[in-house]
């Protein structure tokens, strides 16, 4: 393949510059015939030698619109013909580049009201956007003009209203960095009262029906039930009631209906309608991740919690069959389509389903809501299971069901490993095993972690992404985040005190490298990221999404290495980061749920189980168990021989003095500077035990 630059559109069997890349969705354009570039001082340096605007298109591979808009566009050789002419073409994989997406994504927020994927815009040579759209067709539809309308108008205001581009960019590109003032000190604004008005907020938009939140279309909003599960602790009984009956429901309705796939497990992206039938049928891991992490509290605080673990136990299931790599750590997502049709490989008709399951498919059909009619095309039908199973009942059918899916052309995979999704995997798994009772679980999440420590970090710095035989893009503050969590997690279960130790050392290369120490602000991207420079903003990670706000999640890990090794100085940073960030909670607190559970834990502290006895004993196993599954997730679970070297990153207080009664495994739950009787029973480990809490 020659990298000489071309004006001219290619013919599709040309291969461009993509086809060098090792991201799936990149490689996916490889032979449009749009002269496209990836991300990087090549195309940067010919649009201003040029003086070009530069046409930036950002999406990622499991996107259904994004490949709508590839056949329908950028397949199109007239079309691609006008892009070339006219602009300096990028392509962006949003999954490896969020601080690219973050900033575009931005500008459409504050230009449109909204965004979304494929995401196009239309930029100065430096890259300071004017025009910013998502998907737009081939013709005009309806209201919406045609791509090359939109092309043809924005070359020509280049051409004739220079000097209005440059001064309404230079604009945009300053809003960028507006924040609100400073409402005042994180510890006089964020009490308890923000907690319970920012958990009203999204109450507010509860389905009490349905669950969930709005109406259609209908996403999960992981870092949402999250929140609301850690805000029960602060209200009265009516109060706390009725959200956990909210949360519950939303649990059962997201995993008996459509959201899941009943035959596969794990839960596709969003729905289309309100009660959770349909289904956008791609599958991205960190939903996966965080959705283990909600249903393993759920049924933490269920205590018989059984209809609240299959879920966890099939999504986990799903992800070792169909989403792990050779070493360990997971792949990104999985397409919506298949056979160019979205759906297609998830839906039955009952001729299907009486082939491979003979007397048995009439009830099966009857309880998964399977009739000649179908609830999506052509006569299809997405399973729902309408009769709420006992979910052995139907064990064996779905795996007759699932052998004979397996026969069908698969929707596509994209192979990469994203580190801060592993680490919502991995967080979601050893928080489960802790409430399932599983160590396969947990073996499932050190042998993950374990790959990101040996091929995604490279001399100490973690890398975002693995494809391709190799570990490349340096890894974005949420990698960091996820994986200070996941590693916290770990240790909490059991895993090892090396666990610990990476915690400790991601903790410190977060502050160095991604906060400003003056005012506490955190960045998506680090201070020394190579090619810092080219991007026109320094983006922030401010509000939640489909996945959590990285700036909330790293002070919610921070805080619990504060409280482990009475860190005094990650504690002030914490408070420094909380205050800079105060003004913008008090406008909005219901828009940051992570970063009010790090609030949450800070004003109730953290409670440890501290037991003492041989690691390798049946007797500190036990009470090691118990502790997991008594103290929230969040909370500190301490093992330790008596008299053993207390491990780095743990204060010697924790275990100094705490002996093993007559020689046998002790267990004592502390929360501040209390700690309770010794207990040696399971049964007598509870949470009334813990002082203050």
């Known amino acids: 393949m020659s990298s000489t630059s071309t004006d001219k559109a290619k013919t599709p069997s040309a291969t461009n510059r993509l086809g060098q890349q090792t991201s799936a969705y990149l490689r996916q354009h490889q032979t449009n015939p749009v002269d496209w570039y990836p991300w990087g001082d090549e195309a940067l340096a010919r ?15 499991a996107c259904h619109w994004c490949h709508v808009m590839e056949r329908e566009c950028f397949e199109n050789p007239e079309i691609a013909a006008m892009m070339n002419e006219s602009f300096i073409n990028i392509k962006v994989d949003r999954e490896e580049r969020p601080d690219i997406d973050q900033i575009y994504m931005s500008t459409a927020l504050k230009l449109n009201g909204r965004g979304g994927w494929p995401l196009n815009a239309i930029c100065t040579p430096d890259g300071r956007p004017f025009f910013v759209g998502t998907y737009f067709p081939p013709e005009p539809r309806g209201e919406m003009p045609s791509f090359p309308d939109i092309l043809q108008a924005l070359s020509q205001a280049w051409r004739e209203q220079r000097d209005e581009i440059e001064e309404n960019s230079a604009q945009i590109v300053a809003a960028l960095s507006d924040r609100p003032e400073q409402a005042g000190a994180a510890g006089e604004t964020l009490g308890a009262a923000k907690i319970q008005q920012a958990a009203q907020a999204i109450m507010k938009s509860a389905d009490l029906a349905h669950g969930g939140f709005g109406r259609a279309p209908k996403f999960p909003t992981p870092p949402n039930l999250e929140f609301l599960t850690a805000s029960l602790d602060f209200f009265e ?112 008709t009952p001729l299907e389903i009486a082939a491979h399951l003979g007397d048995d498919a009439d009830p099966f059909c009857t309880t998964y809501g399977v009739r000649l009619a179908g609830n999506f095309e052509n006569g299809t039908t997405q399973l729902v299971d309408e009769a709420r199973s006992k ?84 890894a974005f503050l949420d990698d960091h985040a996820a994986m200070l969590g996941a590693y916290l997690d770990l240790h909490r279960a059991g895993a090892g005190d090396r666990y610990l130790e990476a915690a400790l050392h991601i903790a410190e290369t977060l502050i160095q490298r991604f906060a400003d120490r003056e005012t506490g602000a955190l960045y998506l991207t680090a201070e020394d990221a190579p090619g810092a420079a080219s991007l026109v903003h320094r983006p922030r990670s401010d509000h939640d999404g489909a996945t959590p706000d990285a700036s909330g999640l790293a002070l919610l890990g921070l805080t619990r290495l504060a409280a482990l090794g009475h860190r005094g100085d990650l ?31 800070r004003l109730r502290g953290m409670s440890f189980a501290v037991i003492i006895g ?55 739950l502390c929360h501040g500077t209390l700690c309770s009787a010794p207990v040696q029973e399971p049964s007598e480990l509870v949470v009334d035990l813990i002082p203050g809490a």
């Open 47 to 61: 649009a201003k030698a040029e003086d070009r605007p530069i046409l930036i298109s950002i999406g990622y591979s």
């Open 237 to 348: 009984h009516d109060t706390s009631s009725e959200i956990a009956r909210f949360l519950a429901l939303t649990g059962r309705e997201m995993s008996r209906r459509g959201l899941f796939d009943q035959i596969g497990g794990g839960f596709h992206r969003y729905c289309t309608d309100v009660n959770w039938t349909i289904p956008h049928f791609e599958k991205m891991l960190y939903d996966q991740g965080q959705l283990i992490s909600f249903y393993a509290e759920l049924a933490r605080r269920a205590h018989d919690g059984t209809d609240l673990l299959w879920p966890i136990i099939e999504t986990a299931d799903y992800l070792k069959r169909e989403m792990q790599g050779e070493g360990g750590a997971f792949y990104a997502s999985q397409d919506a389509d298949s056979e160019g049709e979205e759906g297609k490989f998830f839906v039955w």
């Open 391 to 474: 979910r052995s009942d139907f064990a064996d059918a779905r795996a007759r069901l699932l052998a004979a899916r397996n026969e069908r052309i698969a929707p596509a995979t994209d192979p990469k490993h994203v580190a801060a999704w592993n680490g919502y995997v991995i967080s979601g798994l050893a928080r489960a095993a802790s409430v399932v009772g599983d160590t396969a679980l947990l073996d499932e999440a050190k042998r993950a972690a374990d790959f990101v420590l040996n091929k995604m970090t490279v001399d100490g710095h973690l890398y975002r992404v693995f494809d391709g035989g190799r570990a490349h893009v340096p």
């Open 571 to 601: 504690d002030a940073f914490v408070t420094q980061a909380l205050d800079e960030q105060s003004a913008l909670i008090e406008n909005a607190p219901h828009a940051f749920p992570t970063l009010l559970r790090a609030v949450a834990l």
């Open 614 to 668: 041989d690691p390798s004993a049946d007797d500190t196993h036990r009470l090691a168990e118990r502790a997991r599954r008594v103290l929230r997730p969040e909370d500190a679970i301490l093992v330790c021989a008596e008299n053993a070297e207390v491990p780095a990153g743990i204060a010697p207080d924790w275990i100094r003095g705490r002996i093993a009664i007559d020689g046998k495994a002790t267990a004592y």
